[in-house]
């Protein structure tokens, strides 16, 4: 059997002097795509945050993509896509410049990147638009596009279909779809339990920084 691309045990991370993950035990393989759902607080960010490698472990062990979350926190994350609430775009850029320097870090073809704006919807009127120029929904499909861009093997999004319109956001689904299954693992946090619970393979519950898995029956509730 391969290594989990996330492998957490009992981790802890504290934000301020706040324990936002509480002991945190979850191990995640490749192709999953894991819905995290729970109240605003209760640590499905922070989550995020500590599998891209962006926040601190302070207890427990834990491997991303097989690196070491206390020693090899940088090399996680050359290996993982984040969309948080921020798009992380460069705003004087054009969005075709934000998608080609991102798919760039990676060593992507040009056809490559043009494959994500299309995919994403931003290849023709848009891509020679500075991005503070767009909307709130453009800017999201940029930032997707991204991702795709990147070619990550770890997808962490946090509320992905924020800001997106019904087409968008389909398009969104299907990416995520192919991208999990040509081998990506995706872990989405997400209140849209309707739309992103049928993306999921599986769904964890974040509950005061603990995660609990949910059994099948009862991934959607009435």
Same mark, same amino acid.
């Not at 301020?16 to 945190?24: H, K, M, N, Q």
């Not at 599998?51 to 834990?62: D, E, F, Q, T």
């Given at each position: 059997?391969?290594?989990?691309?996330?492998?957490?045990?009992?981790?802890?991370?504290?934000?301020?002097?706040?324990?936002?993950?509480?002991?945190?035990?979850?191990?995640?393989?490749?192709?999953?795509?894991?819905?995290?759902?729970?109240?605003?607080?209760?640590?499905?960010?922070?989550?995020?945050?500590?599998?891209?490698?962006?926040?601190?472990?302070?207890?427990?062990?834990?491997?991303?993509?097989?690196?070491?979350?206390?020693?090899?926190?940088?090399?996680?994350?050359?290996?993982?896509?984040?969309?948080?609430?921020?798009?992380?775009?460069?705003?004087?850029?054009?969005?075709?410049?934000?998608?080609?320097?991102?798919?760039?870090?990676?060593?992507?073809?040009?056809?490559?990147? *043009?494959?994500?704006?299309?995919?994403?919807?931003? =290849?023709? %009127?848009? !891509? &020679? $638009?500075?991005?503070?120029? +767009?909307?709130?929904?453009?800017?999201?499909?940029?930032?997707?596009?991204?991702?795709?861009?990147?070619?990550?093997?770890?997808?962490?999004?946090?509320?992905?279909?924020?800001?997106?319109?019904?087409?968008?956001?389909?398009?969104?689904?299907?990416?995520?779809?192919?991208?999990?299954?040509?081998?990506?693992?995706?872990?989405?946090?997400? *209140?849209?339990?309707?739309?992103?619970?049928?993306? =999921?393979? %599986?769904? !964890? &519950? $974040?509950?005061?920084?603990? +995660?609990?898995?949910?059994?099948?029956?009862?991934?959607?509730?009435?």
């Amino acid at each position: 059997m391969s290594a989990p691309v996330v492998d957490l045990t009992d981790a802890v991370a504290v934000l301020g002097s706040f324990p936002a993950l509480a002991g945190a035990s979850i191990r995640i393989d490749e192709g999953d795509i894991v819905l995290l759902r729970g109240p605003n607080g209760a640590g499905k960010t922070t989550l995020l945050r500590l599998c891209a490698g962006l926040v601190p472990m302070v207890r427990g062990s834990g491997r991303i993509l097989g690196f070491d979350l206390g020693t090899q926190r940088e090399s996680i994350r050359r290996h993982v896509g984040v969309l948080g609430h921020q798009n992380g775009l460069y705003l004087d850029l054009t969005v075709g410049e934000n998608i080609r320097f991102w798919g760039a870090t990676v060593g992507a073809s040009d056809s490559e990147t *043009h494959a994500a704006m299309e995919r994403l919807g931003v =290849a023709d %009127r848009l !891509v &020679d $638009v500075p991005v503070r120029k +767009l909307s709130a929904g453009q800017k999201r499909r940029t930032a997707l596009a991204c991702l795709v861009a990147r070619r990550a093997q770890l997808w962490l999004l946090d509320e992905p279909h924020a800001g997106l319109d019904a087409s968008a956001r389909d398009e969104l689904d299907a990416t995520l779809r192919q991208a999990a299954a040509a081998g990506a693992t995706i872990v989405v946090a997400s *209140h849209e339990l309707e739309r992103a619970g049928s993306l =999921a393979t %599986r769904t !964890v &519950d $974040v509950v005061a920084g603990r +995660l609990h898995e949910v059994a099948p029956d009862q991934e959607h509730p009435s």
